[in-house]
């Protein structure tokens, strides 16, 4: 199995412009995590999902950022209008338990994104 | 909410020698992970802990979870450059999400 796989690696955009971010789940994994890792707050969970339901959307910061996942090998997560305070790397994790416990997730390599 | 706090937040070792960083949670554990990062890649998973008073092994790194499931360490004997990273511990709470601590920075020095 490749992982799992985000893209692009890194994202340079001008604030206001909007920017999505691609994740592709292991295959088999029912449950997908969107982190956002920064110095000042280190890694927060900002939605996950179980079988492409939403289920925790509480650590999305603010209306500007949504996420999709509209089969269970593709996720995404918008920011429109993008802020130079969105500037983080924001990882996609999968697993095979979802909302139950004893589970590790896989990391993807993540998405360096920097709003200017 | 669960808290996980890591300490030391960063440590500076000689190579070949050994340390320990610890975890500490606000309330009980089920499930207790480690992870090492290098910045601005993907976190890697190294092992996983769930009951009280398990400790497992990988290579050099030994992690336990104590027996109150409150607290975490992971212990590396004759540590090598190889070993520097950010390590993370993550936990399960029981609303079904992880939560995770704020890491420590390893550097090792040749």
């Known amino acids: 199995d490749a992982g799992v796989i985000q893209s692009p690696r890194h994202e340079v955009t001008e604030m206001g412009q909007e920017v999505t971010l691609r994740c592709k789940p292991i295959?088999?994994?029912?449950?997908l995590f969107w982190y956002r890792q920064t110095m000042m707050r280190g890694l927060e969970l900002l939605i996950y999902?179980?079988?492409?339901?939403?289920?925790?959307d509480s650590g999305m910061p603010e209306d500007r950022f949504s996420a999709k996942m509209p089969n269970a090998s593709f996720s995404t997560l918008k920011i429109q209008p993008s802020e130079p305070r969105d500037s983080a790397v924001y990882f996609c994790a999968s697993s095979s338990g979802g909302g139950a416990l004893f589970h590790g997730y896989t990391f993807g390599s993540g998405t360096r994104l920097t709003v200017v | 909410s669960q808290e996980l706090e890591q300490s030391p937040q960063s440590l500076i070792v000689q190579e070949g020698k050994n340390l320990t960083i610890n975890c500490t949670s606000s309330?009980?554990?089920?499930?207790l992970y480690w992870y090492k990062q290098k910045y601005g890649e993907g976190l890697i998973f190294l092992m996983m802990?769930?009951?009280?008073?398990e400790e497992k092994s990988h290579e050099k790194i030994t992690a336990k979870l104590d027996e109150k499931k409150q607290q975490s360490s992971l212990h590396i004997t004759a540590s090598q450059p190889s070993h520097a990273g950010i390590y993370l511990c993550?936990?399960?709470?029981?609303?079904?999400?992880?939560?995770f601590g704020d890491g420590t920075t390893l550097t090792v020095k040749p």
């Open positions: 309330k009980t554990l089920y499930g």
């Open positions: 993550g936990a399960d709470t029981n609303a079904g999400k992880s939560t």
């Open positions: 999902f179980n079988n492409n339901v939403p289920i925790d």
């Open positions: 295959s088999g994994h029912n449950s």
């Open positions: 802990l769930q009951k009280g008073g």
